[in-house]
T-cell receptor, first 117, second 115 residues
Framework: DAGVIQSPRHEVTEMGQEVTLRCKPISGHNSLFWYRQTMMRGLELLIYFNNNVPIDDSGMPEDRFSAKMPNASFSTLKIQPSEPRDSAVYFC???????????????FGPGTRLLVL | RKEVEQDPGPFNVPEGATVAFNCTYSNSASQSFFWYRQDCRKEPKLLMSVYSSGNEDGRFTAQLNRASQYISLLIRDSKLSDSATYLC????????????????FGSGTRLSIRP
């Protein structure tokens, strides 16, 4: 079974450059989540989509961050311009959320390790 | 106050020992509870869901105390392979009819099992 796929797995870039992270959720899942993990702040939810629609983006740090989900099988997280403090591991996760069902399991991708110099 | 709080550890215990850690949550309307495990430089993976009646999966036992708003994880006969960070996860109640909910992760408890 193909799990959540993320690319690239590693990204090193210079401050000011645009960074695009990609995610392919598990087929059939209707919710997609972008997280950022650092030693200092732990795992932070940035944004999540349900049926390709952004539901809550209150975790997005600032206007430099944007996320899209043009279809059920693809999402991007873009940082423009990137800054050194954006260095972190970015995880994408997907789940199947059904109305009236409260318990759902999130399946995480392997993450993208981003280093902004 | 954080919505979900965990003791960061590290818990350093010998192989074969029993270890337990708790996680407290602030939202009394929380509905779903989970423990995830994260190995070093890997993604979090579901360890087990936590049910109101408590549940057991082999050497792992999870408990929920709604009155005191905490969940616990007990690991018996610990193995070296249990060394990881354990993340407590809480999901607020999903409004009826809504098809999405927001899951909140604790910052994790590091566990190290020594030979």
């Amino acid at each position: 079974d193909a799990g959540v796929i993320q690319s690239p797995r590693h990204e090193v870039t210079e401050m000011g450059q645009e960074v695009t992270l990609r995610c392919k959720p598990i087929s059939g899942h209707n919710s997609l989540f972008w997280y950022r993990q650092t030693m200092m702040r732990g795992l932070e939810l940035l944004i999540y989509f349900n049926n390709n629609v952004p539901i809550d983006d209150s975790g997005m740090p600032e206007d430099r961050f944007s996320a899209k989900m043009p279809n059920a099988s693809f999402s991007t997280l873009k940082i423009q311009p990137s800054e050194p403090r954006d260095s972190a591991v970015y995880f994408c996760a997907s789940s199947l959320v059904l109305a009236g069902v409260y318990q759902e399991t999130q399946y995480f991708g392997p993450g993208t390790r981003l280093l902004v110099l | 106050r954080k919505e979900v709080e965990q003791d960061p550890g590290p818990f350093n215990v010998p192989e074969g020992a029993t270890v337990a850690f708790n996680c407290t949550y602030s939202n009394s309307a929380s509905q779903s509870f989970f423990w995830y495990r994260q190995d070093c430089r890997k993604e979090p993976k579901l360890l087990m869901s936590v049910y109101s009646s408590g549940n057991e999966d082999g050497r792992f036992t999870a408990q929920l105390n709604r009155a005191s708003q905490y969940i616990s994880l007990l690991i018996r006969d610990s193995k070296l392979s249990d060394s990881a960070t354990y993340l407590c996860v809480v999901s607020p109640k999903t409004p009826l009819g809504s098809s999405a909910s927001k899951i909140i992760f604790g910052s994790g408890t590091r566990l190290s099992i020594r030979p």
